[in-house]
Each structure stands twice: as structure tokens, then as C-alpha cells.
């Protein structure tokens, strides 16, 4: 999320909080290896959705 740069918001605050961030992580460290790319590209969508 860092590294496509929607981690934080434009104001500099955070789009989730630590809790979310940290079950997202092992969402995606348990995932299936063929899945991981789709469950990432979930998460982004969702996230930049939630923006608008």
C-alpha cells in the first residue's frame, strides 16, 4: 500500500488504522500463492474507491 501510495490520504492520515493494516497483511501472508495478486488488487480497489 505504501509502495502504490495509498497508505495515507492526501492530509498525511492514515486511510485504515493499524489494526485493519495489520489483518490485511496476514489476509494476504496466509492467501493462497495464485491468489495473493487478486486479493492485493481487492484491497487497492476497495481502498481508492472508498476515496470517492
Do not use: F
Not at 12 to 23: C, H, K, Q, S, V
Not at 29 to 51: D, F, W
Request: glycine content about 6%; hydrophobic content about 50%.
Amino acid at each position: 500500500m505504501h509502495k502504490n501510495g495509498v497508505l495515507y490520504r492526501d492530509s498525511g492520515e492514515a486511510r485504515i488504522n493499524d489494526n485493519a493494516l495489520a489483518a490485511l497483511t496476514l489476509l494476504v501472508a496466509t492467501s493462497a500463492p495464485a491468489q495473493k495478486e487478486i486479493i492485493i488488487r481487492l484491497i487497492m480497489n476497495m481502498l481508492v474507491e472508498g476515496e470517492l
